[in-house]
């Protein structure tokens, strides 16, 4: 139904658009500019936005409070046909979209494992190639001409491609490409990568979130461009090895492995290097404190005002009139709703099929009201809140199919549907026409 699943993706996205956008606007303000820093804020900041869904509290579609009564159309109402064909469309294109790109991640999977197996051996050491690295690290060095930068992929077995024209290369650009690749197998960024690939594959039609990953891979690199100047002591070498890729390298081709350089990541990287960034241990601890308690705030508030709603079958039972999920059976409403019932049932062949509000259909406008009665058990318990009912205003300018959707019990539901009987609306109107028209009332009683 979309109004259920189509609605809560759309709240859900505007949550994660929120969330991001402060923890970027946080990031800035409180100038957490270390790499290390920036790159385990922004993976806090992603896993915070994929555990939205399962920290907060999930709403029923029907808890709206009104002032004195609002007539709406219901939540889940019959012929509803257009919206469940839109909801159908919906699906299609974003579960068709996912699909797409989670085949095209695949596809460049496949083809790294073909080119490992056309690629031959490549041997540092008897190239003579100086090779910086600290830790047990073992992976296979493979040349081929198919690629025409460094890349590296794979986690048992990490495997690092390498173009045809890296053999022609400065020993000390030889040197900072192998250092490079090697640190991003120690840290296994492999995993977090192809993770991050797959999250973006499925939440593709979020441009928040694929903004979002872009700067982590990009933070990530800056560290392991940090790691490699303090492992050779040459930031020169380093920055030189930097332009020469670029000089070759066209746009990667294989988004979920670590690359040892993206086009549009080159002036950040560059820019880091060449700064020097320091903060103090307790400004740090400072600024991360006062950033989560903001961003904690701004995660409350989001939720608040773009709440995610439960699907309620209650309602839809309810709205197709199933005994077995009406708040009382047929045989314990008294004689006046067991008629209310039967009538409803009889005329609705007479009365036309039943409408909703939009597409052509005018709203009921009530003409005359009589406010329930507060009943003495209620009062006596002090008991207070809204009660929600449906109903179909008929041509006949009366509320008929009366029922309770969310009671408050203690007499006060029975009130309710005493006084909406009572009241005398000017029907919808359909191409001139007078017709049947569903709708909700939300009746609040308050205790003097």
Known sequence: MMSWWVGNLFDYSLQVMLLITAGSLLAAV????????????????????????????????????????????????????????????????????????????????????????????FDAREERVPVLTTGNVAPQF??????????????FRPVILLPESFAETHPGTQSAVLTHELVHVERRDWLWTAAEEIIRSLLWFHPAVRWLISRIQLAREQVVDRE???????????????????????????????????????????????????????????????????????????????????????????????????PRHFRDLDERQRRNILEGLEGRTRQGNLERVGNGVSAP????????????????????????????????????????????????????????EQWEFEPGIKGGEPVRVAATVEMNFRMN
């Open 30 to 121: 409180f100038r957490l500019r270390e790499p290390r820093v920036r790159l385990a804020c922004r993976q806090t900041l992603l896993a915070c936005c994929l555990l939205l869904p399962l920290v907060q509290p999930w709403r029923e579609p029907v808890a709206t409070p009104a002032s004195d009564f609002t007539l709406a159309a219901p939540v889940a109402a019959v012929g509803n046909g257009l919206d469940e064909s839109w909801g159908t469309v919906a699906a299609f294109v974003l579960g068709g979209g996912a699909v797409f790109h989670l085949l095209w991640l695949g596809a460049g999977i496949i083809r790294l494992r073909r080119l490992k197996k056309s690629a031959r051996r």
């Open 228 to 326: 490699v100047v303090n492992r050779t002591g040459d930031r020169e070498a380093y920055l030189r090895a930097l332009v020469e890729i670029t000089k070759a390298r066209a746009a990667p081709a294989f988004p979920a492995v670590p690359a040892f350089l993206r086009r549009w990541h080159l002036k950040a990287r560059v820019q880091t290097l060449l700064e020097e960034v320091s903060m103090t241990k307790s400004r740090m601890v400072v600024s991360l404190a006062a950033a989560a308690v903001l961003l904690t705030a701004v995660g409350v508030l989001a939720v608040s005002y773009f709440p995610l709603h439960t699907d309620s079958q209650q309602a839809r039972d309810l709205e197709r009139g199933e005994d077995g999920a009406s």
């Open 142 to 155: 493979l040349v081929t001409s198919l690629v025409d930068g460094p890349v590296t992929f794979g986690w």
């Open 365 to 420: 406008r009530l003409l005359n009201k009589v406010e329930p009665v507060y009943s003495e058990e209620a009062r006596e318990a002090k008991v207070q809140g809204t009660a929600v009912l449906e109903m179909e205003v008929w041509p006949d300018g009366k509320a008929h199919n009366i029922r309770v959707v969310r009671g408050l019990g203690s007499g006060l539901d029975e009130q309710a549907v005493k006084a909406i």
